[in-house]
């Protein structure tokens, strides 16, 4: 039997990982190795599977764009998208035919897309019947439904599916139009066709149980896979590197700019903050993440707003190593974020020592394991109230750090590679000096939630 780890997300990301993606890169790499058995990557392109090499896979360092230049055509190319969005949804709303033509306009742009995919000169993936098939990551892209077919039916290989949220489906109000029937095509595939199901935290399994449930859906085993939050490791930071660093004290947010993940809110606690006596005294708020959808208004006010614009710093295609910098000298860390199925960044900065006042929706309370300061994401005023604290009253702080350097329990990708392997009835190699993994929540025997 051989594990083959589905990489197509990874192996054509081009900016330094985050998100999903870091998820897939880290498990995976955690992976490998840890079984007798044994694993290899693979791609799906052209309706066809190719076998990668791991090393070239794994070599994503060398990847990065030039330093400011993604920022610059993102933020371009999102104002001119979503300009013509705009006008387009307009007209198609006027005339009450918005949903069934976006979903043709996304059906066509799916088929081209799929058309210009690149060419792969790697071998045919050998995959047969008995084999597991590890599917980590969701790409917008790719067919699934045809990728599972193939793989359950015409491969007679096992599907073992990850569901990271339900976010789509829950609050389609973040995402852009179609998003919702989109994702809800794909977790309806990737339950059918799924085995086992891992799941990043007991918020995301009962949010998972309860999609299931809606939808009809038999649902197969579930684990619980808590995320590792151990950076890579990091070295020196380039002259370019060094240069981008905050020049005075700073509040770290980690995170793709998009509207669920809250920033605004940051937005308006220093603007009201702008004519109180001690507004010079915070710290900067330092932002380390691509810009997503639907934040071209945010970032504009930012920018224009001249009594806090010199508050805010904007990072993109930050490194590893500048990463860890950014943690390592951060006064503490925020995370306002409306709804998580885990909330890496929370236990990132966690297992930096680092207090955090952190959102109490989904799972964050779960990846802090309640050593965060956690507060409603809809109460500014409590925000306001608790970042001015947190960086004005020292002796404070310090008490949030000692409680998390005594109560917060790192969890790193080896423990959660454990984990993965437990639910798949497969042993790990214990390392010498290891801890024995996390216990496996899972439901080997559930009922048809129909």
């Known amino acids: 039997m051989t594990i083959w780890l589905h990489f197509t997300g990874s192996y054509f990301w ?7 993606i870091r998820v897939e890169r880290e498990l995976f790499a955690a992976l490998v190795g840890k079984t007798d058995e044994p694993m290899r990557y693979c791609v799906f392109v052209g309706g066809e599977f190719y076998e990668v090499d791991p090393a070239g896979a794994l070599s994503w360092t060398g990847q990065q764009a030039e330093t400011g230049k993604a920022t610059v055509l993102a933020r371009l190319r999102g104002a001119v998208w979503a300009g013509g969005k705009a006008v ?40 047969r019947p008995g084999d597991r098939f590890l599917t980590v990551s969701n790409d917008g892209y790719l067919d699934y439904p045809v990728m599972f077919h193939k793989i359950v039916e015409e491969r007679q290989a096992t599907i073992i599916g990850f569901f990271h949220d339900v976010l789509p489906v829950d609050f389609p109000e973040f ?44 649902a197969p085993p579930l684990a619980v ?60 708020i330092c932002m380390v993440g691509m810009p997503g959808w639907r934040v071209n208004d945010l970032l504009d006010d930012i920018e224009l707003n001249d009594r806090i ?73 409590a925000w306001r109230e608790a970042i001015c604290r947190m960086a004005f009253d020292h002796q404070w702080r310090q008490q949030w750090e000692r409680r998390v350097k005594s109560d917060f329990k790192p969890h790193d990708w080896d423990q959660a590679a454990d984990i993965v392997l437990e639910a798949m009835d497969l042993k790990p190699t214990p390392a010498p000096g290891t801890a024995p993994p996390m216990p496996v929540l899972v439901e080997q025997e559930l009922p048809n939630l129909a």
Not at 184 to 196: I, K, P
Not at 202 to 208: G, K, L, Q, Y
Not at 343 to 354: H, R
């Open 14 to 20: 081009s900016r330094p990982p985050a998100g999903i």
């Open 88 to 127: 387009f949804y307009h007209f198609l709303c006027e005339g009450g035919r918005a949903e069934p033509v976006l979903r043709q306009i996304l059906a066509w742009r799916n088929r081209f897309r799929r058309s210009q995919e690149p060419r792969i000169s790697s071998p045919v993936a050998d995959i």
């Open 175 to 218: 995402f852009v139009r179609g998003t919702k029937a989109r994702m809800v095509d794909y977790f309806r595939a990737l339950t059918s066709a799924s085995s086992l199901l891992l799941c990043n935290s007991v918020c995301t399994r009962n949010d998972a149980l309860k999609f299931i449930e809606n939808q009809g859906l038999t």
């Open 225 to 284: 896979v808590p995320l590792g939050c151990n950076l890579p490791a990091s070295g020196d930071l380039t002259c370019q590197e060094a240069a981008r660093l905050p020049r005075s004290t700073y509040i770290l947010f980690v995170s793709t700019i998009e509207r669920r993940k809250n920033h605004r809110m940051l937005y308006e606690v220093y603007a009201e903050m702008a004519g109180h006596a001690d507004f010079e005294r915070l710290p900067t």
């Open 309 to 381: 614009a010199h508050k805010f710093l904007l990072l993109d295609n930050v490194s590893d190593a500048m990463l860890a910098r950014l943690y390592h000298d951060a006064l503490f860390c925020v995370y306002p974020s409306y709804y998580e199925g885990w909330g890496l960044p929370v236990s990132e900065a966690l297992a930096f020592g680092k207090a955090v006042i952190a959102s109490d929706a989904g799972a964050l309370p779960e990846a802090s394991a309640g050593c965060a300061l956690h507060i409603s994401p809809y109460d500014t005023r």
